[in-house]
Structures are given as structure tokens and as C-alpha cells.
């Protein structure tokens, strides 16, 4: 709703302070600029004990301990499609994320700031994007010389 | 005291205080019709209720100002202020008498005749001139020497040991002595506190607990001295607290039981029977969580035990016992468990007669049943479907539904025992876990991770070893591992195998021998640490789907753990009553590699007789169906299956799907992309067996007869069972092989079974096949000038065997360039050699049709490519 209007009132909205859906956290992965809307993030972790989970999914890197809450951690490169991670590469970061009252972790390379990505900036995905990446994508940002995708939390946790 | 009349007395304290209140409101405001009718309701309450648990002095009295109250809500009768002084006065004695209950728990003995004559008076419109004094001193209180009806009651209560965490009432005499009205009336302190609430602060302290055992963890690992009192004193304050909130959750179970006596009451006017309910421990408490699952189970059992357990009052008086039978309930703590007994003084399980219908229901053998104890005999009438058969009545029939009952009980960890004396009862035994929240568990670890094992279930722990060190040693039979345990041979399942983890050291490390619905297996671990009180969470929703885990939980060091479930270990392992893929996978290579002629059967149960058998190597799956996921179309039942319907066959005659939850066992056979299933009533084993099949009596359905384990067993012939499954269920659907270019094969075969199992895949499979018993047929053909696409011939035959038949082909004649494909149980490399050398083309195991199939497809597509 409020996207429509910003959108709407484009030129006035450069004034404007950005709206809270609009305000995203910006990650990478394999050298893929990624964001989630911040609304949705509950913390940011460094590099954290993750206990293997014996028959799950590929993409689940196994379940940690957010102060005394258990939070399934999905390996963000293995749910893209991506190679895994080096050995030698510095450790994952998490970005812990909430949906349906459960916390999940993203297992990101990196994670960038927290950036405004007004809508009018913001380009439908190409048809000629990998199906996988379409399906978690809700779209792509333009943003100051590199292209953001805007990662669809609710997609990216439907495995299983 | 009867935790019941306490129940009554906090209730009808809450009703008598609301009582006054609105009576002095009613006076004030005759024809306020609501405050009418809720004073009608209130001492209609009152008088229900104490009807119902015999107090007769009490129900006398409140039935009669009833009487006056009816009339005044139907109008009939003008509220006067007399008239309400007259209840008032009522009340008031309604109050003596409780407050008697409460001192001595009886009716205190006493005259209302007055009282009620002018309560009757009133209903009858007749002014009540005299509105009796509240009788404080009883008149001449004859055969009172027990109470001295005092106004005040100083109540030194004298059954209250356990006091009502919920419903806890004010026993201060001196607060019982202040409080107003005659009867020394406490108020009940209690408070309604949502259960979400509650929830809310079981989830906190769950997490205090956690942060708590992690505190001790570091400070164990650290040693600081200045921190070591403190801690102390935290951890003994979580504890209490745990244990507090706890209590806020428990309710007594006497709440599960509240609908007992008016059951056992209907039960015995319908079955003509004298029943007598004595419930004992009713304020036992458990978790309501506990109690809720706990409450269907026990009204069950109840019910079973007026039905089936209590003989009529003829049959009693023939065997010399009182016309009534009696129920017995009792409940009580034990450990960290509550125990509940469900007994009856009737005829008790008749042990012949259950060890004839084990027998004949096929769930033992004679040899099996020789060396079984009384105890083990009578744990058959928890097998599923146990009295279904005819002879209900007759029999104990206690059987109906017990199956379920245990399930039930299994599910919130909690065990079901029994005991039965013939002609003097039976007494079932449920133990059950105070809370589902905290479990006791064992930390144990397999392929380098750890785990939690619940210990409820776990039976031993068994260290094995290298046989010099004198511990039991890990044996095999083939691949099966097993443990010689005293006088058992126990089935092991490797939980680093069935995680998919690698397996640590084979020869050394521990077993955990568990009992699971009645099953007895042992786990494999690497290491076993220690026990630990874990609080259970649920693992997330996209994890929800292993079935080996129950939950998750972190340990005192912080570390994520998951929780095994032994339920779902033993249902992966085969051990349980329903297979998955873990047994199939043992089993179909088994088929293959074997030299001898044995054979992977699937064993289960349908309709009547004995056990029923198939070759593991025709289905796809074992599947285990909700009932509710079987749908009708039209006639035939289906169910929704991997994106497409299919259809269910169901084994046995006036088979119906199960309802609700309750999982329907289905044998899943396929082809290409078409699925149909067989319903089942139980899969009960996989064994290697040498099939020999007797002819059967020709029963539609059934190839005939094999001794399998023992027993008499009637093999299944698929090709009839995948008929029922809707006549175009063979026609292939593949669009590129169309009747007329459906390559010819030729089968030669002299097992009549053989023919039966081998034809439906082919002609599945998009081929027309003929099929003949001896090579001498098959020739006879040639010489006809019958054409054949490829062929298909056994080894093993009497006359002219396989090798005989390759090699008189290979020699000349219109099918010497035909491929020619040996189907044998012997599929050793000199076997192999020995086919190749006669002219066969490939060699293929007998029963592993998809090989098969791969084989044909090859063979015929060659000639193409080339």
C-alpha cells in the first residue's frame, strides 16, 4: 500500500524520510548483492556453533542457540544454488530472520548495511533469471552501480 | 476428604456468596428478572450437586427453596420480603450443614422438617407467619456425638494433607472464625489464571532452567570460587520456581475422571449389571497437558471394565462374590510418574481362551506360545484388532480398541501393564510421565554427533566391546547386527546407519536396549555421557518431517541437541509394527545376491486366517495412510498419493477405511507413473524364506499356500489384487507403444507363481506376453512359426532346464537371434558364466522386475541402435 503511494508520489518522496518497507539489510552471497527487508531481521550473528540435523534437507546447515532459543540456520548458497563455501573462507555470518513465530538463520558471506531501496527503483525480475533465483526473488533493486536482489523471506524458508 | 466433595464445597461456597448478595438485591427489586433466575440457578446448583453425592439433608432443604423460587421466576408467586427472608433462612442452613461437611465430611444429623413445611407452604402461597429461627443449637441432637453444631466451626481440617495448589483452601481457623455468617464460612482463595498464562510462564521458566544449567556448565569449567554461592542459591530458587509453575499446571485427575460414575451409572442400567465406581487418589495431580491425552484412554477402559471385565449379578452369585461388581480407579505418585490403576473384582481374562485366539488369529505360534508366560499371553489382547473376530462376548473381548488404548498411552511415554487372576479381576496399570515439558534424557553420541535419547523407553544400557574384554560382542547375522542378551537375541539398529552419519568404531561402544510398543530392540551408539533434564521444544516446521526426532532442546553448554524419538527409531528400523524404505532397502539386494533360492517376503495380516505373504521384490513401498487422507471416488476408495490418485484394494472383505488419525498400512505397488495400494490390516515381518508353494484351494486372490516361519501362510497372486484396482490399470499408458508394435515375449517359466508375478509386470511394462511351463511347449511354438520379440526363460526345470533350452535355440531354428534373457535364483558369477556360454543374452535375478525390465528394454533397443 504504502509503496504504491511512494511510487505514486515519486518526487516529493526524495525529501521524504524512506518508508519502513523500504528499508532493507543488505548481504552477500558468492559475490551476489542480496537484501531482506529489515522489518523481518531479529539479530545478526558472527560466526556461531551450529549443530548438524541428521537427515534434513541439504540446505539446512543445522540448528543454533540464539540466547536460549533454537533457530534453524538454512546455508543461503546451498538454497541459491551456489557452490558451498571454501574451507578456508572466513566464517559464515547469520542473519537471523522470523517468520511464523520461528527464527531461522541465513548463512550469508557477508552482511552489508542497512540501506533505504525506494520502490522506484525497483525492477521486476528478468525472465531470463535462473528459475531457482526467480523463485526467491521478489525483484531487483538498481542501486548506486550494482543490482540488489530482493530475496523473498517466505520462498526462501519453503523447503522440505 | 473425598476430593469430590471438596470440588462441591469450594463450589458452593462461590454460589452461597453470590447467593446472599443477590437474594438482598431480589428483595430489594422484586421484579428484577435476571438476578431472579440467576438465584434460581445458583440454588439449583446446589441442590443438583448434592443430590448427586448423597446429601440428602442438604438436597432436601435447597430442593424446597427451589420450589419457592421456581414460583417466584414463573411469576406465579409475588416476591415478598418474607418470602425471601424464608430462603435466607434456608441458605443459612444450607450453610450449617456445610460447614458441617467441611469439619467431619458428613451431613450433620438435624430436624428441617419445620423449615421445609414452611418452605412449602410459601411455594403454596400460604404467607409463612412463622419463618423458623435459624436453628442454631440442634434440637436434641440424639445421635450427634459427633458434631457439636456450633456456629462457629473451628475447623481443624482434618483430610487436607494435600493441599490444592489451584483451589487452595484458607484453612486459618482463626480466619474460618472471623469470617462472617453462621457457619464459619471460609472463602476459597482461588484465582482464574488463563491457561495461556500459565503456558507463558512454563516457556520462561523452561528458559531460566536452561540459562541456569549453562551457568553451572561455566562455572564447573572455571572454577571461581566467588560466584559458587550465589549460583547455589540461583539454582535451588529455579528449581523451586520450576516446580512451582509446574504445580500451576497440574490439575488433579480426578478432573479426567468426572465423568466416570455417571458412565459406569448408564453402563449398568444397560447391561443389567450391579456396578459399584470407587474412585481413590482423585487429587493426584499431573500436567493438564498429561491429562487431557490421558482422559480418552481411561473412560475406554472404564467402560471395557463394566462391559467385559464384571460378570452379571447371576454369574456373581454363582461364584460366590456380592451382586455388585466393583470398578476400581486409583491413582497415585511414583517417582517422577503417576500410576493408575483401573480395576475390576470380575471374572478376570480367561488365559486359555486368549492363547486359542492368538493362535487362531495368527499372531503366534504353538512353539511360541509353549514358552510364553502367563503375562506375555495376556499382553495379546493389545494387538490390534484382537477381538474383532466373532466370538466377542464370549471370549474376554476385552480386546476392543485396547490396541488404541496403548497407543495412546505410548504416544505421552507412558507404559500400560496388567494383571489378571482368573474369576477374581484384572487390573491394568498405566504409568505415565507427570509432564510431556521436562524429560529425563541420555546424552548420547553417534557418528560424531550428539543426541538426546529420552529415557523413558530406554530398558539398558549394554557396553559392548572386543570379545577379550569380556563384554558382549556386536554379532552378525549377514548384515543384521544382533545382540545375545542373557537368553534373547536382540535386533540392533545403528543410529549413526539409520542417520545416515558415519559409523564410528563397529566393535566397541554401547547399546541401548529399548522397549517400544511391546517391542524389544537395541540401539548402537558410539558413546553414552550422561543424563540430563532437557525441556522438549518442537523442532521447525521444515523439520518436521523426520520422524526420528520428537523435539530439540540445548544442553547445559549451550549447544543445540536434537531429541530421538525411539517410537520413530523403531518405525525407521522395521522393528516397529509399520516398515519404511529402511526395510525394503535391506531387503531388495538381498534378492539379488542371494545363491540360494530364498527369497525376501513381506508378512502381514488381512482378513482372516493366518498371515499372507508377497515377494518384497514386487512392491514399491510400504506406506502407513491416515484414514482421513482416504477419500471415495465413487465406489472405490482412494487416496491422494506423490501428485496423483491412488487407488486403494483393500485385502479383506468389508474392509472400511479407518477414520480420523488412526493409519491405514498399505503395500504400494507401481507402475511407470501409476500407483495402486493394498490395503493391509498389519505388516508384521520381512523375512529370507525358501518359498515352496502348496496349490491352493483355487481361493480367488491367493496363489496358494508356503510354510513361512513356521506357519502356514498363503501367498498372495498380485496380478489379481492389481485387477481390483480398475481393469485399465495394465493397459500401458506409455502412448509410443501401441498394441499393435507391443513387442512379443515369451516366458518360460514352470513355477506356476513365478508366471503369476512375472507376467502382470510385463504386460505392465507395454509387452505381450505368453507364457508357457516347460521348454518343450516353447519349442513346440517354434516349430509353429511363432514370432518372439525376446525370451524370457527360467534355469531351473525339470526336463529340459534353461541351459539345455539356451543352447538347442542358439543352435538354429527361427529364434536362434532372439535375445534371451535367464531369469534365476542363482545369479552367482559361475552361474552368470555358465547362462552366458549356453547363448543367453543377460541373466537377471528372479523378482527384481525393474532389472528385468531394464534388461528387456536393452536387449530390444540394441538391435535398433545398431
Given at each position: 500500500m504504502q509503496t504504491a503511494i511512494a511510487a505514486k508520489a515519486a518526487p516529493p518522496a526524495h525529501l521524504a524520510a524512506p518508508q519502513e518497507e523500504d528499508v532493507f539489510l543488505t548481504l552477500t552471497v558468492a559475490g551476489q548483492a542480496c537484501a531482506v527487508p529489515v522489518m523481518m531481521v531479529r539479530d545478526v550473528l558472527g560466526a556461531h556453533a551450529i549443530t548438524r540435523i541428521p537427515l534434513a534437507p541439504g540446505e539446512v546447515a543445522g540448528s543454533l542457540n540464539l540466547r536460549g532459543r533454537i533457530v534453524t540456520a538454512l546455508d543461503l548458497r546451498l538454497r541459491l544454488g551456489l557452490p558451498a563455501r571454501?574451507?578456508?573462507?572466513p566464517p559464515a555470518m547469520s542473519v537471523v530472520v522470523e517468520q511464523h513465530g520461528e527464527l531461522y538463520a541465513l548463512l550469508v558471506d557477508q552482511v552489508g548495511e542497512v540501506v533505504p531501496l525506494p520502490a522506484r527503483n525497483f525492477a521486476a525480475n528478468p525472465p531470463t533469471l535462473d528459475p531457482l533465483w526467480r523463485e526467491v526473488s521478489k525483484g531487483v533493486h538498481r542501486q548506486e552501480g550494482q543490482l540488489v536482489i530482493a530475496l523473498d523471506v517466505g520462498r526462501v524458508l519453503a523447503i522440505g | 476428604m473425598d476430593d469430590l466433595l471438596a470440588d462441591f464445597l469450594t463450589e458452593t461456597h462461590e454460589g452461597l456468596v453470590a447467593l446472599d448478595s443477590a437474594l438482598v438485591r431480589l428483595e430489594r427489586s422484586p421484579d428484577d428478572q435476571p438476578t431472579l433466575s440467576e438465584v434460581f440457578r445458583l440454588v439449583h446448583t446446589i441442590k443438583g450437586t448434592c443430590g448427586f453425592l448423597g446429601l440428602s439433608r442438604l438436597e432436601a432443604v435447597a430442593h424446597a427453596a427451589e420450589n419457592v423460587l421456581g414460583r417466584y421466576r414463573d411469576g406465579t408467586l409475588p416476591v415478598t420480603p418474607s418470602g425471601i427472608t424464608l430462603i435466607l433462612s434456608a441458605l443459612d442452613r444450607v450453610k450449617a450443614i456445610v460447614a458441617g461437611i467441611e469439619s467431619n465430611g458428613n451431613e450433620p444429623v438435624g430436624e428441617d422438617a419445620p423449615l421445609i413445611a414452611a418452605l412449602n407452604a410459601a411455594a403454596e402461597g400460604e404467607v409463612a407467619a412463622v419463618p423458623p429461627p435459624v436453628e442454631v443449637p440442634q434440637p436434641v441432637a440424639v445421635a450427634a456425638p459427633v458434631v457439636p453444631a456450633a456456629p462457629v466451626v473451628a475447623a481443624a481440617p482434618p483430610a487436607e494433607e494435600h493441599a490444592h495448589p489451584v483451589e487452595a483452601h484458607a484453612h486459618d481457623p482463626a480466619a474460618d472464625a472471623a469470617a462472617p455468617g453462621a457457619g464459619g464460612v471460609a472463602a476459597p482463595q482461588t484465582i482464574r489464571v488463563s491457561v495461556e498464562v500459565l503456558e507463558n510462564l512454563m516457556t520462561l521458566v523452561s528458559e531460566l532452567v536452561l540459562t541456569r544449567n549453562q551457568l553451572l556448565q561455566l562455572a564447573r569449567a572455571h572454577?571461581?570460587?566467588?560466584?559458587a554461592v550465589p549460583l547455589q542459591r540461583l539454582s535451588h530458587i529455579t528449581s523451586d520456581l520450576q516446580e512451582g509453575v509446574m504445580k500451576t499446571r497440574m490439575q488433579p485427575i480426578g478432573n479426567a475422571w468426572a465423568k466416570l460414575p455417571r458412565l459406569v451409572r448408564d453402563l449398568s442400567h444397560e447391561l443389567g449389571k450391579k456396578i459399584e465406581l470407587d474412585m481413590r487418589g482423585a487429587q493426584t495431580e499431573l500436567d493438564r497437558q498429561v491429562l487431557e491425552l490421558i482422559r480418552d484412554p481411561l473412560t475406554h477402559m472404564v467402560r471395557n471394565s463394566g462391559d467385559h471385565g464384571l460378570e452379571s449379578p447371576a454369574d456373581r452369585r454363582a461364584a460366590g462374590k456380592s451382586e455388585t461388581g466393583r470398578i476400581i480407579l486409583n491413582a497415585y505418585h511414583e517417582g517422577g510418574h503417576i500410576i493408575i490403576e483401573v480395576g475390576d473384582d470380575g471374572r478376570g481374562l480367561p488365559v486359555e481362551k486368549i492363547r486359542a485366539k492368538a493362535l487362531a488369529n495368527g499372531l503366534t505360534t504353538e512353539a511360541e506360545l509353549a514358552q510364553m508366560s502367563e503375562r506375555e499371553v495376556l499382553a495379546f489382547i493389545f494387538a490390534p484388532g484382537f477381538s474383532t473376530a466373532q466370538q466377542v462376548t464370549a471370549v474376554s473381548g476385552r480386546g476392543v480398541g485396547m490396541d488404541v488404548v496403548k497407543t495412546n498411552i505410548e504416544k505421552i511415554g507412558g507404559t500400560v501393564e496388567l494383571t489378571s487372576r482368573e474369576g477374581r479381576g484384572t487390573t491394568f496399570t498405566i504409568k505415565i510421565p507427570l509432564t510431556l515439558a521436562i524429560a529425563s534424557a541420555l546424552i548420547v553420541e553417534a557418528g560424531g554427533e550428539r543426541f538426546a535419547l529420552p529415557q523413558i523407553g530406554v530398558v539398558e544400557l549394554v557396553r559392548v566391546g572386543a570379545a577379550q574384554d569380556g563384554a558382549p560382542r556386536i554379532e552378525r547375522i549377514k548384515d543384521a547386527a544382533v545382540l545375545r542378551l542373557r537368553d534373547r537375541l536382540l535386533p540392533l539398529v545403528s543410529l549413526a546407519g539409520l542417520l545416515r552419519l558415519p559409523p564410528a568404531?563397529?566393535?566397541?561402544g554401547f547399546v541401548a536396549v529399548m522397549q517400544v510398543g511391546g517391542q524389544a530392540f537395541g540401539i548402537i551408539l558410539d558413546r553414552v555421557f550422561d543424563t540430563e533434564e532437557i525441556v522438549v521444544k518442537p523442532v521447525a516446521p521444515i523439520l518436521r518431517h523426520i520422524t526420528m526426532f520428537s523435539g530439540n532442546t540445548i544442553l547445559g553448554d549451550g549447544s543445540v541437541i536434537m531429541i530421538l524419538d525411539p517410537n520413530g527409531i523403531a518405525r525407521a528400523a522395521g522393528v516397529g509394527l509399520d516398515t519404511t524404505a529402511e526395510e525394503e532397502r535391506r531387503g531388495v539386494p538381498a534378492v539379488g545376491m542371494r545363491s540360494d533360492a530364498s527369497t525376501a517376503l513381506l508378512l502381514f495380516r488381512a482378513g482372516d486366517g493366518g498371515p499372507k505373504a508377497v515377494p518384497l521384490g514386487l512392491i514399491a513401498r510400504l506406506e502407513d495412510i491416515p484414514g482421513e487422507r482416504i477419500e471415495m471416488s465413487g465406489l472405490t476408495p482412494v487416496v491422494q498419493y506423490r501428485g496423483g490418485l491412488m487407488p486403494v484394494v483393500p485385502?479383506?472383505?468389508?474392509w472400511m477405511p479407518p477414520g480420523g488419525a488412526t493409519r491405514q498400512p498399505v503395500l504400494v505397488f507401481t507402475e511407470n507413473d501409476r500407483a495402486m495400494g493394498l490395503a493391509v490390516e498389519e505388516i508384521l515381518d520381512v523375512l529370507d524364506e525358501t518359498l515352496e508353494i502348496q496349490p491352493g484351494?483355487?481361493?480367488?486372490?491367493?496363489i496358494g499356500s508356503a510354510v513361512i516361519a513356521g506357519r502356514v501362510t498363503e501367498v498372495i497372486d498380485t496380478a489379481y489384487w492389481l485387477a481390483q484396482a480398475g481393469e485399465d490399470w495394465f493397459r500401458p499408458n506409455r502412448p509410443s507403444r501401441a498394441d499393435a508394435t507391443r513387442p512379443r515375449l515369451l516366458l518360460v517359466e514352470d513355477s506356476a507363481f513365478f508366471r503369476h508375478l512375472v507376467v502382470p509386470a510385463l504386460s505392465a511394462g507395454g509387452y505381450e506376453v505368453t507364457a508357457l511351463e516347460n521348454p518343450v511347449a516353447a519349442l513346440k511354438l517354434r516349430e509353429e512359426g511363432v514370432p518372439f520379440d525376446a525370451i524370457i526363460s527360467d534355469i531351473e526345470m525339470p526336463g529340459m532346464d534353461g541351459i539345455a533350452f539356451a543352447q538347442t535355440l542358439r543352435a538354429?531354428?527361427?529364434?536362434?537371434e532372439a535375445p534371451l534373457i535367464a531369469l534365476s535364483s542363482r545369479a552367482e558369477p559361475t552361474d552368470v558364466a555358465r547362462g552366458r556360454e549356453a547363448g543367453f543374452t543377460d541373466y537377471v535375478a528372479k523378482y527384481d522386475r525393474e532389472a528385468l525390465l531394464r534388461s528387456l528394454a536393452d536387449c530390444l533397443s540394441a538391435p535398433l541402435a545398431a
Open positions: 571454501d574451507a578456508e573462507a | 572454577q571461581s570460587d566467588a560466584f568404531s563397529e566393535d566397541e485385502l479383506s472383505a468389508g484351494t483355487g481361493r480367488p486372490g491367493y538354429g531354428g527361427t529364434w536362434s
